[in-house]
T-cell receptor, first 117, second 113 residues
Framework: GAVVSQHPSRVICKSGTSVKIECRSLDFQATTMFWYRQFPKQSLMLMATSNEGSKATYEQGVEKDKFLINHASLTLSTLTVTSAHPEDSSFYIC?????????????FGEGSWLTVV | AQSVTQLGSHVSVSEGALVLLRCNYSSSVPPYLFWYVQYPNQGLQLLLK??????LVKGINGFEAEFKKSETSFHLTKPSAHMSDAAEYFCAVSGAAGNKLTFGGGTRVLVKP
């Protein structure tokens, strides 16, 4: 089946630095990818929709200058948390939408734990 | 606009007993409905989905769900719980295939031996 891979699975960074998380669709082309954030013991909150070759669409309340999203190819989207602070510590999950044979099914990555110290 | 409500943040069942997880949705367009399972520190795995057609949907691991438009519900069931079913379960809705998902709050399932 279709696979979405995230890297890194865990990252620790110092406050004030930036960190990049990658989301790759391994065996299909994803024109659209989604980035979610999940706090411990809570549900997933959509942060932004990433469209290949165009600017991401951010949900209300999400700072686009802080959470930079780039979708430069049909198999890769990146989320960069800029000037990270401890409150940005969270579980970040991406998903990718495939078309064609999978009928636009949405596949999720394994998630990335970000800890800002 | 869409929203999802999962009744019960925690459900405890005995091994071999029926698992019932409740999900109600609201949607201004015909909904696409999903159930996902999440094991600790992992991503989400699709259990089943309803798009169109048959309202009783069968998924993986013995789970099934029934779409009831009149009740705006999409409850998840499994006849006999297994220890490996202990996880967090999320109901989600979207307005179109491949579109962004709106998630419910999640239900954590504990399976007692």
């Amino acid at each position: 089946g279709a696979v979405v891979s995230q890297h890194p699975s865990r990252v620790i960074c110092k406050s004030g630095t930036s960190v990049k998380i990658e989301c790759r669709s391994l065996d299909f082309q994803a024109t659209t990818m989604f980035w979610y954030r999940q706090f411990p013991k809570q549900s997933l909150m959509l942060m932004a929709t990433s469209n290949e070759g165009s600017k991401a669409t951010y949900e209300q309340g999400v700072e686009k200058d802080k959470f930079l999203i780039n979708h430069a190819s049909l198999t890769l989207s990146t989320l960069t948390v800029t000037s990270a602070h401890p409150e940005d510590s969270s579980f970040y999950i991406c998903s990718a939408s495939s078309g064609g044979y999978s009928g636009n099914t949405i596949y999720f990555g394994e998630g990335s734990w970000l800890t800002v110290v | 606009a869409q929203s999802v409500t999962q009744l019960g943040s925690h459900v405890s069942v005995s091994e071999g007993a029926l698992v019932l997880l409740r999900c109600n949705y609201s949607s201004s367009v015909p909904p696409y409905l999903f159930w996902y399972v999440q094991y600790p520190n992992q991503g989400l795995q699709l259990l089943l989905k309803y798009t169109t057609g048959a309202t009783l949907v069968k998924g993986i691991n013995g789970f099934e769900a029934e779409f009831k438009k009149s009740e705006t519900s999409f409850h998840l069931t499994k006849p006999s719980a297994h220890m490996s079913d202990a996880a967090e379960y999320f109901c989600a809705v979207s307005g179109a295939a491949g579109n962004k998902l709106t998630f419910g709050g999640g239900t954590r399932v504990l399976v007692k031996p």
